[in-house]
């Protein structure tokens, strides 16, 4: 059975910093596309950031582009996103995916920023 949980949500001040963390189980993150999306209340969910399965290369959404980092720890079986200088409109819950012919979600941990 695969499972993704996430961690290290929090509410945390506008500037502040989080690491988000995705641990799994029943699946290799280093063969799978890892990426993590957001839903704020009221609207979509969009995708944040993303890092290859192939040569870990990463890409991030405008928005988030110099403050946030995606990496993939194969030993731990882990992923995280590094979230600094974080703003009011990072508030969402956050979710992590692995992505090969099948697609894998986990259950969301909240990011609250607010002062």
């Known amino acids: 059975q695969v499972q993704l949980v996430e961690s290290g949500g929090g509410l945390v001040q506008p500037g502040g910093s989080l690491r988000l963390s995705c641990a799994a189980s029943g699946i290799s993150v280093s063969n799978y596309a890892m990426r993590w999306y957001r839903q704020a209340p009221g609207k979509e969910r969009k995708w944040v950031a993303g890092i290859s399965s192939v040569d870990d290369t990463t890409a991030y959404t405008d928005s988030v582009k110099g403050r946030f980092t995606i990496a993939r720890d194969n030993a731990k079986n882990t992923v995280y996103l590094q979230m600094n200088s974080l703003k009011p409109e990072d508030t969402a819950v956050y979710y992590c995916?692995?992505?090969?012919?099948?697609?894998?979600w986990g259950q969301g941990t909240q990011v609250t920023v607010s002062s």
């Open positions: 995916t692995a992505v090969r012919t099948e697609q894998y």
